[in-house]
C-alpha cells in the first residue's frame, strides 16, 4: 500500500532541504539525476540524500551526519510504494530495518 504520508515527506525533502551546503549530483548515462546529496567543505556527506530511480521517482530518503547515516532512511520501489526502511542510530549502526 502506498503511503501517502511518507510520499508528502519525500515531496517535500526534494523541493526544500538543499538550503545549506555543498551538493553533489551523480546522472545516470541518459542524463537523468542519480543521486543529490549535500557534503561538507571536505567533501564528506553530511545532509539530505535522495537516490532515484531511472524513471524519476525517489529510490532512496535519509539523511547523513558528519559521514554517516542516522535516522530513518526509506526504500521506495519504481512505481512509488515504499518497500521499506532502515533506522540508523548516531553511531551509523543499523537499529531496525523493514523490507518487503
Known amino acids: 500500500m502506498r503511503c501517502l504520508a511518507c510520499a508528502a515527506v519525500l515531496a517535500g525533502l526534494v523541493a526544500g532541504a538543499w ?7 551523480v546522472r545516470y548515462k541518459d542524463g537523468a539525476l542519480k543521486v543529490r546529496y549535500e557534503v ?10 535522495v537516490g532515484y530511480h531511472r ?9 547523513f551526519v558528519d559521514g554517516k547515516r542516522e535516522g530513518l ?3 521506495v520501489d519504481e512505481k512509488g510504494y ?5 533506522d540508523f542510530e548516531a553511531a551509523g549502526t543499523v537499529h531496525a530495518v523493514r523490507m518487503r
Open 19 to 25: 538550503a545549506q551546503g555543498n551538493v553533489r549530483e
Open 40 to 49: 561538507t567543505e571536505t567533501g564528506r556527506p553530511d545532509g539530505s540524500y
Open 82 to 86: 515504499i518497500c521499506g526502511y532502515e
Open 55 to 63: 524513471n524519476g521517482v525517489v529510490r532512496t530518503r535519509g539523511l
Open 73 to 75: 532512511w526509506l526504500h
